[in-house]
């Protein structure tokens, strides 16, 4: 029967199929393309006379191509850099405990809305409101006033005064994806905090904080260096190299955010149980390792679009270069930090510190990625990993600070260290003009010491500035709300007082066993 049924179905297939071939056949484009070779065609160029464009019409399509291949780059490289918060957030809740887990989950998502928020009303243009033309995206002038001093005879560019709320002349293409584009690096530098401030910082204490970083926190010293600002012109006012020079990130947006963090855990203190009466510390272990690994991997893809990204040009060919260093210096950075901690710290291989070497290698290497080769990147990760290993064992056992990811070692030691190493191993095979100023960006070992000198300035004043502008937030934050929760809330967990919800329902968790007693 079964062998009848089959001998049917197969003769009904091949008369349908002998049916329809002719039908078919008529039906199918005379000219089809399947591999694509002649779509595209002159007809494609916008012309007053279809198919026969003048110069200046095939010039203007050219332009206007050019310009939309990096209005595409900088968007998807803008969606990939987003895309990093959940890493963010599986790392940090992966990092810390299991009776925590919502509200530190909580604070990645909400971080994300509140600094973007605040960005948008005035953060971008306190940051970007005198940045002039933005080149790559079309050459739109519209951000054009930077309030600025005169000192010894030179301007000091301090901050932006145009394109708040991104009304007015900001109403343009290429502002608002610059916009997109800086926004979701500010978000990066305001989840950093979160892990260092994790496992008892009140939640409202930590939503006022995310409304000040997005606001003005981040976007001045951004404006120093990306803005127009007076670091940015160093170079052209006092001949130091091409003044403080930083691609993608590793001073404005990983150091800020490392030394918030450091700030915010010396003023809100330890967690219950972590320090000695004698000063030693107790481990307290994270809770989820796996999701701390897969939170580290999404942020490795993440950072391509960070840095390569930071180009604003799918057409400027660097992002090959950008995004081999990228990757070389987080292989290293892991492999220095897992070899670390197996031979010279605790004889075994500590995945936590292998994730935080990875991290640390891609922070470091974020500044100089586009200006040197690839064994510099390597030596720059490979440094990045002792580094970091070394940090976290000094700020937990000289500093006496509670960090529970290790967020103040990876991001604010890291960054400061990748924007020396820029002015040490930039090369000078690219950054013609960076700055205003002529000529390549080359550092200390091409030769230009100055350029050294420059970074050296910024990695300075980002710690002068962001840790007082974040002593004075997190004071008042504490004046007026306080910054920690409630003991009897933090042994429990956070979780339900202060977010009313369980992270694991129906896991039964040993609460007070992962609270250590000091001694």
């Known amino acids: 029967m079964r062998v ?20 078919l056949a008529l039906a199918a484009p ?16 916008p012309a007053a006379v279809a198919g026969k464009p003048t110069l200046e019409e095939i010039g203007a399509a050219a332009g206007h191509n050019r310009v939309a291949i990096n209005f595409v780059w900088t968007l998807i490289a803008g969606f990939l850099v987003m895309f990093m918060q959940p890493g963010f957030a599986m790392v940090e809740a992966g990092l810390t405990r299991a009776k925590n887990v919502a509200h530190t989950m909580a604070m990645n998502f909400l971080v994300y809305p509140l600094g973007m928020l605040g960005f948008y009303v005035c953060g971008f243009a306190l940051m970007f409101g005198g940045l002039g033309a933005i080149g790559t995206l079309g050459g739109y002038a519209g951000l054009n006033h930077e309030f600025a ?26 502002i608002y994806t610059l916009f997109m584009f800086q926004m979701v690096f500010m978000d990066t530098t305001a989840t950093i905090p979160t892990g260092a401030l994790a496992e008892r910082w009140k939640f409202l204490a930590f939503c006022v904080y995310g409304v000040f970083v997005g606001t003005i926190i981040y976007p001045i010293f951004g404006n120093w260096v990306w803005g127009g600002g007076w670091l940015a012109m160093l170079g052209q006012n006092f001949h130091l190299g091409h003044g403080h020079v930083d691609f993608a990130g590793s001073s404005v947006v990983h150091l800020t955010g490392g030394v918030i963090a450091l700030v915010g855990a010396w003023i809100v203190g330890p967690r219950v149980g972590k320090f000695n009466q004698d000063g ?11 999701m701390a690994v897969i939170g580290t991997f999404i942020l490795a893809f993440g950072w391509f679009g960070f ?20 990757m070389l210096a987080s292989a290293t950075g892991a492999m220095a930090a897992t070899l670390w901690m197996w031979l010279i710290r605790t004889k075994k291989p500590d995945p936590s510190m292998m994730c935080n070497g990875l991290l640390a290698g891609m922070v470091a ?32 056992g000289k500093l006496k600070l509670d960090d529970p990811v290790g967020a103040i070692s990876v991001h604010g030691v890291n960054g400061a260290f990748g924007c020396l190493a820029l002015g040490i191993f930039a090369d000078g095979s690219y950054g013609d003009g960076w700055n205003g100023v002529a000529g390549t960006v080359k550092g200390l070992f091409s030769g230009d010491p ?8 910024g ?28 003991l009897a809330a933090e042994i429990e967990g956070l979780d339900v007082p202060e977010m009313g919800v369980v992270g694991y329902c129906g896991v039964k968790l040993d609460k007070h066993s992962e609270t250590p007693l000091s001694k």
């Open 4 to 23: 009848k049924t089959l001998i049917f179905l197969i003769g009904v297939f091949a008369l349908a199929g002998s049916l329809l071939a002719p039908v």
């Open 30 to 45: 005379v000219n089809a393309d399947p591999a694509g070779l002649s779509t595209g065609t002159i007809q494609d160029i």
């Open 450 to 457: 100055s350029q050294f000198f420059a970074q050296c300035v």
């Open 149 to 174: 001093i005169n000192l010894f005879g030179k301007s000091f560019g301090l901050f932006g005064l145009k394109g708040f709320f991104l009304g007015g002349s900001s109403y343009d293409v290429a």
């Open 280 to 290: 030693s510390a107790n481990a307290i272990p994270g809770h989820n390792i796996p």
């Open 365 to 396: 290497i974020t500044a100089p990625c586009a200006f040197v080769n690839s064994l510099s990147a390597c030596i720059i990760g490979l440094i990045a990993g002792i580094l970091v290993v070394e940090s976290v064992y000094f700020v937990e």
């Open 459 to 486: 990695v300075v004043s980002n710690f002068i500035y962001v840790g007082l502008m974040s002593i004075i937030v997190f004071k008042l934050i504490d004046l007026f709300i306080g910054h920690r929760a409630d």
């Open 307 to 326: 840095n390569a990204g930071s180009t604003l040009a799918g057409t400027d060919l660097r992002i090959g270069i950008v995004a081999v260093n990228t």
